[in-house]
């Protein structure tokens, strides 16, 4: 399986764009860095512009642990909301800080919350290449109306294919017909761990890709967080539970599961 992170300050990318990126996010990478090494795992980080610029030490840690670097956009903005001028400057200010700093090649880009469209592939597959990029992880391969990301289209990774980039699409069980997001994100935080393993029986191969973010192993923030800003109800019934046992199922899925990078399985000259 690939093992992937989205590296982002919970504060900025979730409850509002406008807050700066805090030190929450050195102390959960850190956390999650540490979790991979006890397990001699090597993943992806999809690492936002706005941590690079604010942590350049963070990804150069990351890089040194043997990681691969890729991109999280610079602001966490949706990518369906801009031009393709935006989206160019949003390359612009992630891809070649990670470069400058660790002297890896960026081949992979990640759109925050999903946040594409087929009648925008066009563009946006078009200015991943002018940065060099190779691959894609954006696809949500169902539709997920209440967060309005997703994809219905069985064909997208071929979509993709023939605009020049590979697209690997998050993990999703048929259980009897029924599409049922696994292994990333919120799905795997807010499932008890026997109900992971269960879905993913049979539905589950070395090409599947598991996703997390660090600020998921801080079960502090959403206290910490309260003492400053209000947090909608929408964010606090989602966002912070299961954060107190992530750590532990973790562990679980690391030794369960063979995971790496990307670029590991991918791009290996
Ligand atoms: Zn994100």
Redesign the pocket.
Known sequence: MIFSA?I?DWQQ?VLDFKNPITRRVLASTYKLLAILDDHQVKGTF?V?GMVTEKFPDLIKEIANCGHELAS?SYS?EYIFDMSAKQFDKELETSVLPIEDLTGQKVIGF?A??FSIREDMLDWYCETLQKYGIKYDSSVFPMQVKVQGYGFSDTNIVDVFKNKGIDEYPMTIADVRGKKIPVMGGGYFRLYPYWLTKSLSRNNINEDSVFYM?PYELDPDEQRQVSKTYTIPTRLKLTQFLGRASQEKKLHRLLSDYACTSFKDKYYTE
Do not use: I
């Open positions: 989205d982002e990318s999809f936002q999280h966490h990640r925050p919350k973010h």
